[in-house]
Structure formats: structure tokens, C-alpha cells
């Protein structure tokens, strides 16, 4: 696998003509800019030497950001350097530098040009979607769902398997490692930014070290991140499932500066936005939301208490009584509402996604009777793969980075 690597620089994936990103490193042993950026305790595990594709980490600066945040949302069509100094507020020689060294680099293309209010026609630039790709992996309960995903945000390819969850540590690994060697193999190696990995909760995302998945206490203390960098030598960053779409719905847009994604699969939590960045909490413990009891005297929870929101929630499911089950999740939703004043509710995961009309209208009627002002309730438009991919593709663009 790591042989044919350096050899796909061709096949680096241009089925738009764009040109491939031109990355310093070609080889796995090439001279990395990786060594020059000071350590951060919420980055990703950053075993290699070489690498390419650490280059548009690297070049990561404030100004940086907000260009190729611009560059993202023009689209196709693309933007002008005028237009990206005036809305940045940075000079027009600032701009030409960053944008000149974005270009040296294979980020940014020219698209074509444009008329300009008094002067010559203006070039515009566009961002070139596949000089910089993510792999996103929701390692669920009982499946395994990989994307691989362009600075865009548009996936290009997509991996979908049983897994147990409980089959132990090696045979999951192993899954998430082939899923993710499938979905970038054949792209340039310098144009992958690396791995994000979204899993149940609870566990620390600074650290990528799961705790006790709620059913599966044997992952508890598996440093995840450091084993999956180690094997695909790749930086790799972990999340809570929950705050991946979270993550993910923040920076594609879902129309709220706050709001709270509420995941419905086979567990119940929450990622929570507030300001257009995820709020984990300084122990990654924000958004357990479906632990929180709301009768006293309900029945066991997989957690080892009572009465927990997702057993009531999921005992509903079972039963077949889905307006009980989104009543239930409605209450939780409201109290949610009511106590972080949120502007937003999208709901997610797959028992949503099987039957999300009565979902969506449980938990309006809760809320809109609980809350005094109007609070939306829609599905959630994207998945927990996609977000986990934006764990390292956000970063680039200052989005979600509280
Ligand atoms: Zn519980």
C-alpha cells in the first residue's frame, strides 16, 4: 500500500481539468513543514516526518484562513482579489501574497475573469476542491461509515460496512485502517490531510483516548488516535460521533450561529454549537444528553442508571411507538432549549433517518409549547462521516475552532 503511494502522484484525481496541487513533499521521507508548528494540545497526532499535504496546515495563519474561507463560499465562479481584500479588511499586497503562495502551493486556480466597476477586467481565483482531502470515519455500534471528502466539502468517495464494535480492538482497527486506505488510495499522498474518527462517546478529544463507550466498556483508555496515526501515518483527529456532525453542520452552513444537533442511532447525544464552534467542555464531557434522567424511578440504562433519556427513548423505538419516543426526545430538547437559549434544533442519526417526519413533529410540538420563542426543528443535512472529516478540513478554513 505505502509503495504504490508515491507513484499516484498522476492519478491525483482531476476529473475537472482543475490542476493537481504541487506540494513540496512527494515522498513519505520528504523534508516536512510539520516540525516547524509548535505543538497544540487539541491537534491532530502528528507521527510522520513527511508529508506533503501538511503543507496547507502549515501555511495556516489568521489571514490565511479567512482567504480560503472566502475562496470556499465563492464557489466555481470564484472571487477577485479586490473583493477578498475588501472583505477581509486586509491590504490588496497582503492578499496578492497570500493568494501568490496559495497558488505556488496548488490551492488556488485562476477562474477565469470578470468585469470590474471603472477598471480593467479582474482575475478571479477559485479554490481547487481536491488539492486538499479528508477521510472521515463513524465508527458506530454496528457499522462502519468512511467518506473521503475535497476542501468543498463534497464527498468523492464513500465506504459502508458491518462492524461490531465489540469484536475487540484490533479486528475494529483494522476495518477503520482498510476503510480509510481504500477511500484516498489513488489521490496524490501530499493532497490527504488526514483521518478524522468519529465514535460514541464518552472520550477525550484532546488526547484521543475513548472512556467508556456505553455497551463496549473495554475500549475504555484505548489511545485511538495515536494507533490509527501510527498505521496509516497520517494525522488523525478523534471525536465524540455526536460532535462530528455537530462540527460538520457548522461549517456547511445549517443557518444558526447556535444550535444543538441531536443524534438519534443506536445511543442518544448531542453536539452542541454556540457561536459557530462545537462546545466539548474541557473533558470532551458536553452533550451527554441522553443520560440525563428524567424519571427517577424509569428503567435501567446501559450507563448503569435509571430512567436516562435514551432508555426511555430507545425502549419507545422498540416497541414500535414512535410518537412516544419523540415526545420523550422533545422533552429532552425543550429543556435544552430552554436552558442554553438555543436558536435551532436538527435532528440526526439512523432511527431518525428511518422515520423522520414523526421525529421532526414530536419534538416541534414539545418545544414550540415549551419554549417562548420560535425555535426550529429540522433533519439534520449531513452525517456524522462527513463532520468527522471536518475535524481536519475546518481547521484550514478557521471555521468551528472555538
Ligand atoms: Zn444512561
Redesign the pocket.
Known amino acids: 500500500m505505502e509503495s504504490t503511494r508515491g507513484t499516484t502522484g498522476e492519478a491525483a484525481g482531476t476529473p475537472d481539468g482543475a490542476e493537481p496541487p504541487r506540494a513540496a513533499g512527494s515522498t513519505w521521507a520528504a523534508e516536512s513543514t510539520w516540525g516547524t508548528e509548535p505543538a497544540r494540545a487539541t491537534g491532530p497526532a502528528m507521527p510522520r516526518a513527511g508529508a506533503g499535504g501538511a503543507n496547507l496546515l502549515a501555511l495556516r495563519s489568521h489571514n490565511t484562513a479567512l482567504v480560503l474561507d472566502l475562496l470556499r463560499t465563492a464557489g466555481a465562479a470564484g472571487i477577485s482579489r479586490l473583493e477578498l481584500a475588501e472583505r477581509t479588511g486586509l491590504t490588496p499586497q497582503a492578499v496578492s501574497k497570500i493568494t501568490a503562495r496559495l497558488r505556488a502551493d496548488g490551492f488556488v486556480a485562476e477562474a477565469g475573469r470578470r468585469a470590474s466597476t471603472g477598471g480593467k477586467p479582474a482575475t478571479a481565483l477559485r479554490l481547487v476542491p481536491e488539492a486538499g482531502l479528508a477521510v472521515g470515519l463513524h465508527l458506530d455500534r454496528d457499522e462502519l461509515r468512511a467518506v473521503l471528502v475535497d476542501l468543498t466539502g463534497a464527498v468523492r468517495a464513500e465506504h459502508r460496512a458491518p462492524l461490531d464494535l465489540g469484536a475487540g480492538q484490533d479486528a475494529v482497527v483494522e476495518e477503520a485502517v482498510r476503510a480509510a486506505r481504500t477511500l484516498s488510495d489513488g489521490w496524490a499522498p501530499e493532497a490527504v490531510l488526514g483521518v478524522g474518527a468519529a465514535v460514541p462517546g464518552p472520550l477525550d478529544h484532546r488526547s484521543g483516548v475513548l472512556h467508556r463507550v456505553t455497551g463496549f466498556p473495554e475500549w475504555d483508555g484505548f489511545p485511538l488516535r495515536d494507533v490509527l496515526a501510527r498505521r496509516l501515518r497520517l494525522p488523525v483527529v478523534v471525536d465524540k460521533d455526536t460532535n462530528a456532525a455537530a462540527l460538520g453542520l457548522a461549517v456547511t452552513g445549517s443557518g444558526a450561529e447556535s444550535f444543538a444537533y441531536l443524534h438519534l442511532g443506536t445511543g442518544l447525544g448531542a453536539g452542541l454549537v454556540f457561536g459557530g464552534s462545537v462546545h466539548r467542555g474541557a473533558r470532551t464531557g458536553a452533550g451527554e444528553f ?2 440525563q434522567v428524567v424519571q427517577m424511578d424509569g428503567p435501567p ?3 448503569g ?1 435509571r430512567g ?1 433519556i ?2 426511555l427513548c430507545l425502549a419507545a423505538v422498540e416497541r414500535g411507538d414512535l410518537e412516544g419516543a419523540a415526545r420523550t426526545l422533545g422533552v429532552g430538547a425543550a429543556n435544552l432549549v430552554a436552558l442554553l437559549d438555543i436558536d435551532l434544533v436538527l435532528l440526526g442519526g439512523r432511527t431518525v433517518a428511518r422515520a423522520p417526519e414523526p421525529f421532526v413533529r414530536g419534538v416541534r410540538e414539545v418545544v414550540g409549547a415549551r419554549a417562548s420563542w420560535d425555535v426550529p426543528v429540522r433533519i439534520a443535512a449531513g452525517g456524522v462521516a462527513e463532520g468527522a472529516a471536518q475535524l481536519l478540513l475546518a481547521p484550514v478554513f478557521g471555521r468551528g475552532v472555538g
Open positions: 441522553g443520560h440504562c446501559g450507563c442508571g436516562c435514551e432508555a
